[in-house]
């Protein structure tokens, strides 16, 4: 074919990128519609218990701080793989391991106050229902994402991680970034607008 | 081979089943959605032999439901979505010279999503019954509306099996339309520039990026039901405080750009089909894409037309009902554009460019009565009647299906290596044309009568009797096409004419290699320097390349 003319390369993106900016774009309007339900049905709810009766700043502000400070982790930790530090890598990983298990402990602690304290449960009533379903699928994908980076860590380990993954495990930490944005859009919206 | 003896059979099914190669996928993709089209089919054809005559007992009210419920539910994720999905991996990296799509795996485990939540659906036929054995199909519509699909009022499982089966095979073609992203964006084969890919890689680009937005959506309606239905959650319970209208607003903003998703790949196959047929360059190929970005974008805000009727303040009715007049803009674009192409070219009239003309004519009349239905005083007059049933088969049948067949008879010779009889694919169109005709105009009539639709029978006396009785006419006519095409199938893989790699001196990439294409596509990996690489090849002395 004739190439003459032909306006040569590209520099398309590595395929990665493009998948990965999907499945956020995509997970992106996964947690805009919940967000939207919840605002939609924000001071609805028919019976008690309200927000502002149940919902306390204290212990979810320690949970917040602990997983922003884990974006900052796992961006030291990729820092380190870049440079070939495997032990250094291994820490910063298992910090941000240990910071995301806080969260989410940190949640189980929140929610068995809720459910044995203040009788809030899925199905007491509207607000019950809108706030389990929308921090309990954060919640989720923060699981998902600490037993992704927990395989990450387990077969680093084992030496199978290398300078060259670099970016496969920047993938990851794309999704991790990704689940701390949101908490942030969750933190203001449950407990900063809708209390 | 050691211990077992060589099985062919069963060795080319484990060949299918584990297969990651995109063509294989796009095969299986598309035979699954003529599959359930000949099933959603029979389901219309038996709704149309109990509406033909008044208060005829042939289908009792409860089947009639689950009938129509099942028959759209189908139609929209069983035939339309695995169709245009299985056209895009088949033919995307062939397009646009790669080897395969981005990600192979993820692509058949998409596939599987689907198949699987495919057959979920229809075991609701054998598991819907559920523990209060109270009914076997879904039976709520096929959009689903709250509160009709609360426990109270949708008791045992079928509901259940409409949200966890459609949620799965959601989830397939997310993982579908991201790999479609990507292929589209990083694949392409030297030379080729985003303004050099073909048009139908442009218009699934747009396809592909409306499924990543509104498919979430639609999984998280489906999610709200199913803890409500099963963990006595309170999304959708008035008495709780709860806004049953949020499943619609929600249900809606996926609906609507999803009959886009469904038609903008029917107007891919169209863009391909006339340039070809008309032996000249598509007209206005910038302003096609422009068209098409513009119509994904305008789609995501004209949701609330769907619900006109459901007591919306007056401000927001005006601006849905004007957003929705904008679709015409660059709707009217695109058709004007085709007509353009046609004009003055040296037109031949074969099969794929009979559908893609067909397309173009009742697509431009679907779209009208669907401007009419975005008049709201009209829209309120009109909701829930069979006029809304004949608009929107207007442009799903003789929109979307006939851009199916036009790409169907057009690539089959690429797929397997052998044209479809002219002869009979000819007789198809006239009698799908009729019989589509015949079927759903008067159809309109009846919605103008003020025949609601969804209704299971209707009485004597009323003016519905002759309107009724020619859709059901109009529904037999059509049954000869589709038998027509069916036999031509069978009969054109057995004894076809050979294609050659090109039989209809086409122009894009897919033309250059073998039909079948081998397994790795290209022997080497394709230099573009146009839009139409294929000219270039065949005119070194006057390429297109010069001109554009």
Same mark, same amino acid.
């Given at each position: ?32 519609? &919940?967000?939207?339900?919840? #605002?939609?049905?924000? =001071?609805?709810?028919?019976? +008690?218990?309200?927000?502002? *009766?149940? /919902?306390? %700043? ?40 240990? &910071?995301?298990?806080?969260? #989410?402990?940190?949640? =189980?602690?929140?929610?068995? +106050?809720?459910?044995?304290? *203040?009788? /809030?449960? %899925? ?73 | ?548």
């Amino acid at each position: 074919m004739n190439t003459s003319t032909s306006n040569t390369s590209l520099n398309m993106l590595p395929p990665g990128h493009l998948g990965m900016i999907s499945v956020i774009v995509t997970e992106v309007f996964f947690f805009a519609s &919940l967000i939207v339900v919840y #605002l939609a049905y924000l =001071g609805k709810s028919i019976s +008690g218990p309200m927000p502002s *009766d149940t /919902l306390e %700043l204290g212990l979810v502000s320690f949970n917040t701080i602990a997983l922003l400070a884990s974006s900052a982790t796992i961006v030291l930790a990729l820092k380190a793989l870049r440079t070939g530090n495997n032990v250094r890598f291994l820490t910063w990983l298992l910090c941000t391991i240990a &910071l995301g298990a806080w969260f #989410l402990i940190g949640t =189980g602690i929140e929610w068995k +106050g809720l459910i044995v304290d *203040d009788h /809030l449960r %899925l199905q007491t009533n509207l607000f019950g229902t809108t706030f389990y379903t929308l921090v309990g699928f954060h919640a989720f994908h923060v699981t998902f994402g600490v037993f992704a980076l927990f395989v990450i860590w387990c077969l680093g380990l084992k030496g199978c991680i290398k300078q060259k993954h670099h970016q496969n495990i920047e993938y990851v930490s794309w999704y991790w970034h990704f689940v701390d944005t949101v908490w942030i859009a969750v933190f203001l919206v449950v407990y900063v607008i809708g209390r | 081979m050691t211990r077992e003896a060589y099985n062919p059979l069963s060795s080319k099914f484990h060949d299918w089943v584990v297969t990651v190669d995109h063509k294989k996928l796009g095969v299986m993709y598309i035979v699954t959605g003529i599959l359930y089209l000949i099933v959603a089919g029979s389901e219309a054809l038996m709704m149309r032999w109990q509406l033909a005559i008044p208060n005829n007992d042939i289908l009792s009210p409860d089947t009639f439901n689950a009938f129509f419920t099942m028959h759209g539910t189908t139609m929209i994720f069983l035939v339309g979505m695995p169709i245009l999905l299985g056209a895009a991996n088949y033919f995307i990296p062939l397009m646009i010279g790669a080897r395969d799509m981005a990600f192979p795996r993820l692509n058949a485990f998409g596939f599987w999503l689907f198949f699987f939540g495919a057959l979920l659906l229809y075991f609701s036929f054998l598991g819907g019954q559920g523990l209060s054995g109270e009914e076997g199909a879904p039976n709520v519509g096929w959009f689903a509306y709250a509160p009709l699909t609360s426990t109270t009022f949708s008791p045992g499982s079928a509901t259940d099996y409409w949200v966890i089966s459609l949620f799965v095979a959601g989830l397939g073609s997310i993982m579908t339309a991201i790999n479609l992203v990507t292929t589209i964006l990083t694949m392409r084969c030297d030379g080729m520039t985003l303004m050099k890919m073909p048009l139908f890689a442009w218009m699934m680009l747009v396809d592909a990026a409306l499924i990543l937005i509104v498919l979430p959506p639609l999984a998280v309606i489906q999610i709200m039901l199913l803890l409500d239905r099963q963990f006595g959650a309170h999304f959708f319970d008035a008495q709780a405080g709860a806004d049953p209208l949020i499943w619609q607003h929600l249900f809606w903003f996926f609906g609507h750009p999803e009959v886009y998703i469904l038609i903008i790949p029917g107007f891919a196959y169209i863009s391909e089909v006339i340039p070809v047929f008309s032996r000249k360059v598509l007209f206005g190929y910038p302003l096609m894409v422009a068209a098409t970005v513009s119509i994904g974008f305008i789609s995501l805000g004209v949701w609330a037309h769907h619900m006109f009727a459901v007591g919306l303040s007056p401000a927001v009715l005006a601006y849905f009902s004007g957003a929705t007049f904008l679709v015409g803009v660059p709707t009217g674009m695109k058709i004007f554009n085709w007509i353009a192409t046609m004009w003055g070219g040296h037109i031949r009239f074969a099969t794929p460019m009979l559908f893609a003309t067909g397309f173009v004519s009742m697509f431009v009349l679907g779209g009208l009565t669907g401007i009419m239905l975005a008049v709201v005083p009209m829209d309120w007059q009109l909701s829930d009647t069979y006029f809304v049933v004949g608009h929107f088969h207007w442009v799903l049948f003789g929109g979307l299906l006939f851009a199916i067949f036009s790409g169907f008879f057009y690539w089959f010779p690429k797929v397997t290596g052998r044209l479809l009889n002219e002869t009979l694919g000819k007789w198809q169109f006239w009698f799908l044309f009729v019989g589509f005709l015949v079927t759903f105009g008067p159809m309109h009539m009846a919605g103008f009568e003020g025949m609601p639709r969804r209704i299971y029978t209707f009485m004597p006396g009323r003016g519905l009797e002759l309107w009724n009785m020619l859709s059901s006419i109009g529904a037999a006519i059509q049954v000869v096409g589709f038998i027509l095409f069916v036999i031509n199938v069978f009969w054109s893989l057995r004894k076809g004419k050979i294609a050659g790699d090109d039989p209809w001196d086409a122009w894009t990439l897919e033309w250059s290699t073998t039909s079948p294409p081998p397994p790795w596509n290209f022997a080497e990996t394709p230099q573009i320097a146009s839009r139409r690489p294929l000219w270039d090849l065949k005119h070194p002395d006057d390429p297109d390349w010069k001109y554009e």
